[in-house]
């Protein structure tokens, strides 16, 4: 058996039906502070282990802020899973990711196009999953920059997730408990989770799974200490 | 002899190569009456700023060496630590800031804040300096002092305030308005040394009102009396120098001053901030260790008191025209000319014999030194680093000295040059840990190690210049390490009998890759299996081992040995038969753990226009570099990477070409990794041929 099968990512990864796809948008949504980042990195950190390539974009850390944020979590995985030979693994790790970071009062997706032309020309990097962290905020987004971001992932050939805010009040929520402004756009994204905090854990819920009827229930929750998923 | 402290400055100034820092320099000891006459840098009349005494620095137009200057401005004492702006040399940089209370970090208004001025700030952090900003070359055509601001603000994160706006940029430059005072400052006469105050023009009036608006804004954070007086309108100008002083001491606040050192326009308002804001040596705790008899170390608050025993610390050696200077900082207690201080380090005791105030290549003879003063000794033998007292064993907090990473083989040109390389390599091993010489046993080549390939060059040039030392050198060579990944268990039984005593020692237990990269040692031996007695030999047996590993006899990094049982023997058993016991075990178990070649990774940042991104890329790539991400703002992509030492030589002339200079790169160890399968087996075929020769 794959060490990789243990981990609780895989129990998602069946919920989601194979999991996000390439080509495919999909989000993470939470109050502030409740671990959208931690989950999102939770899943490149299971890729990159499994030597996938993933593009980290961030609008709001420098890189090394990332960086540490990446080596706590893969720590923490690789506890989770006992794996050895994390000397090798960290090296792996590092060379199959690709940290990217922008002023967020400058970014367009134009720049991270070359960007991404850039690393694909000259450094041969070809991701398989981007995190976008901090870019779009939907609020002020409009349509077609949505579809900029899914015809991205269509070139790249990536799945791209990224996360959006709840905000604790006065939002519009719908009956699946998608805040008005996504549901908007819903269209343009194949999966919608959600991050909610309980007493002593974080519950992660499938709000929408592509293009089911009725999502799938899952039984994983976030541990907020090692910000790693685990079984219930 | 009491000196008041608070009107001691002990100061660095810290800034990237090209920003204009020796101009500066040479300015203040200019105002500060200092020095007659100013010189240029890389200046056309041959004479060169005072700072810069040695003659490669002159040449290069880069400042190795830190010299201590001092100087008075405002009935304050200025000492002003000369840091070199090279990261190759970054322990110099490190032992300067050691001794700092404050700095001014100088920026230039053209280029903004730089890979280079990151690294520097990055250091300035560890060591918890207190900063003031100083925009220099705002006389320069693209001069934007508030872009700079912005991006200290942005790229170091600091909370950066204007404290003056320019009176006119690039050729109009003639000087700030000061948001406190609110007025205008002109400089006029040849040398600016006259400053015209006037109203502030009245184009400029509503952008100074704003601008005085954010900063009252940002400063009235550390003071409560100012928040009220905002609201009231009752503001002064005290209580805005209070209250910045407090968000500048406690490393809150950097408020930014505009100039250009070379114009001559504003430097004389920096030394009022410098006296204003920056901190004394009673507002900065250091910390030293007192070595009890036991072997305790204990840790406490230097006094900083004239009345204690005295604690020094040598920061800096050096050799000039007036022989060996030492320069040292006095913590607390006062140093006279003619006593015995004790070297805590060897024990002896040395006689004060001349004590000096240096004003970079000139001297001033004085009598003693007290509390929070900066001064040099005369011909005192002794390495930097360590620490004078009166007799108390104590040692300032060691200094984070990092292990070289490249090493040169190096020969004498002839016998006359072979005595004076040898004198040249003790002075030098002297004054810089991170540098280190050796013969290798087996060729006889002296090897010298550093920190970088720039690091030993300039010790090759020096040697050629000041000690006349011709020396033909190989290729720099990177140093590698080994390590074992897989944990292995070990059960040993060492024994030995060949007439007279025996020998017996039986050890058991594991071997583990370790976290942290260091040498762990852990005993769980239980009912006196291997009496306690035994277990330091048994600790040092394994700590010989790290010396050379049996793969390809580098340096065995990054074990943790777990001693679990054992057996002894009431006549047989000895220290020595112990120690042996685990060099064998040792030896026995390594090549089962899977061993590993290490290579020094160092963090590459490369700085360039956003549109020569591809470019860098590829230099990078074609390096073995990881690339660990890529910031980009404004035009500008600064890209992170941690690239093998071996793939670095040579690189700026690489990175030159490929971007027509508008690139640079800084470079800094970052830590060792497992290196690739065609270098490993390289080394390990090596390393089998030299043990077979050997044998």
Redesign the interface.
Known sequence: MNVFDKSPLRLLERALNGGLGRGKFGVVLSRPGVGKTSFLIAMAVDHLLQGRKVMHISTKETVEHVRAFYDQLTKAMAEQLGLDNMMQRQLDVERGRHILVYNPETFTLDKLRQSVAFLREDAGFRPDMVIMDGTPRFEYTEDWEIRGICNLAQEMDAEIWTGANLHREGQELDDRGVPRELAWHEENLEVIMSLEPESDHIRLQILKEHDSEKPPSVSLQLDPETRTLRWR | MMTDLSKVRNIGISAHIDSGKTTLTERILFYTGRIRAIHEVRGKDGVGATMDSMELERERGITIQSAATNCSWDDHNINIIDTPGHVDFTIEVERALRVLDGAVLVLCSVAGVQSQSITVDRQMKRYKVPRVAFVNKCDRSGANPMRVTDQLR?KL?HNAVMMQLPLGLEAEHDGVIDLVRMQAASFEGDNGETINWSDIPDHLLVEAEARREVMLDAVSMFSDELMEAILEETVTEDMIHEAVRRGVLSNELTPVFLGSAYKNRGVQLLLDAVVRYLPCPTDIENEAIEFERGGEEIGFVLSNNDEDELVAHAFKLEDGSYGQLTYVRIYQGVLHKGTDIINTRTGKKVKVGRLGRMHADQMEDIESAGAGDIIALFGIDCASGDTFTAGRRISLTSMHVPEPVVSLAIEPADNKAQDKMSKALHRFTREDPTFRASVDPESGDTIIRGMGELHLEVYIERMKREFGAEVTTGAPKVAYRE?M??PVAFNYVHRKQTGGSGQYAKVIGRIE?SDDGQFHFETKVTGGNIPTEYISACQKGFAMCMGEGAFIGAPVQGLKVVLEDGDSHAVDSSDMAFQTACRMAFRDVYAGGNP?VLEPLMMVSVEGPGEL???V??T??QRRG?????????GFVRI?A?VPLSEMFGYANVLRSATAGKAEFTMEFARY??APREVAEELRKDYLDQRAKGK
């Open positions: 942005e994160s390590t990944t897989n890759p590993v991104q591809g470019e890329l590829k990078l790539m990881i690339i660990v991400g890529t910031t980009e703002d404004e992170d941690h990794a497992p």
